[in-house]
């Protein structure tokens, strides 16, 4: 989970998320999909046989707060959706796939949901789906921004991460990547994760998430 510099949730991966509340709700795309990312949520907790009280303990939120998110009285957050992720072994642009009406090949910029947490923006530019293996995120950290994460939303979930601009420092295993424009890390996650950005210099890059 982050721990912020400029106090800043892919992801840049999708699925780990920050400890503290966002500073913004997800867009507007995201909330026309409340009701049914509703029914879904409940739909998988069903489907694993799991309790409230069982959902709680395995992603950290509260018993009330799973029950207000399943009855659709509140919108979920970022931070709420990345725990979830976690607890059910999927990443979030996946989730937000599940409840779309079919497959959708051509994903317009305006549709493409958006989340902001303090010095991190993600954008999910190309979702996951039901019959696709990988997914495209495009990531932006503000300069002097340190979001660390202590593991990803599926274990050993496959990762391209493509730099645009700016400089980044990515630590994998205890091993620092500093990468510049037009470099590329190729990883395999399991473990924990830091993504950080000089104070001169923040980032944006493409996260490209394939799915075993």
Not at 63 to 77: D, I, N, Q, Y
Not at 114 to 130: E, K, L
Not at 150 to 172: C, K, N
Request: aromatic share 4%; hydrophobic share 40%.
């Amino acid at each position: 989970m982050p721990d912020a510099k400029s106090d800043a949730s892919p992801d840049p991966s999708p699925a780990p998320l920050p400890d503290r509340a966002p500073d913004r709700a997800p867009d507007r795309s995201l909330a026309r999909l409340t009701d049914r990312l509703s029914d879904r949520l409940a739909q998988l907790r069903a489907g694993r046989g799991m309790t409230l009280d069982q959902l709680a303990q395995a992603s950290g939120v509260s018993r009330a707060a799973l029950s207000r998110l399943e009855k659709a009285e509140v919108s979920p957050t970022a931070d709420v959706l990345g725990r979830l992720c976690i607890a059910y072994g999927m990443t979030m642009s996946r989730l937000l796939a599940m409840v779309e009406d079919g497959f959708t090949p051509h994903v317009r910029k305006a549709d493409q949901p958006v989340w902001t947490d303090g010095g991190f923006q993600r954008r999910v530019a190309s979702p996951g789906n039901a019959a696709l293996a990988a997914e495209v995120i495009e990531c932006r950290l503000e300069p002097d921004t340190r979001i660390a994460y202590d593991a990803p939303p599926v274990p050993d979930l496959e990762h391209h991460l493509m730099m645009q601009s700016g400089r980044l420092t990515v630590t994998l295993d205890g091993i620092a990547h500093s990468l510049r424009p037009g470099d590329a890390l190729r990883y395999r996650l399991s473990g924990g994760s830091v993504f950080e950005t000089p104070t001169e210099k923040g980032a944006k890059y493409l996260l490209v998430l394939v799915t075993p």
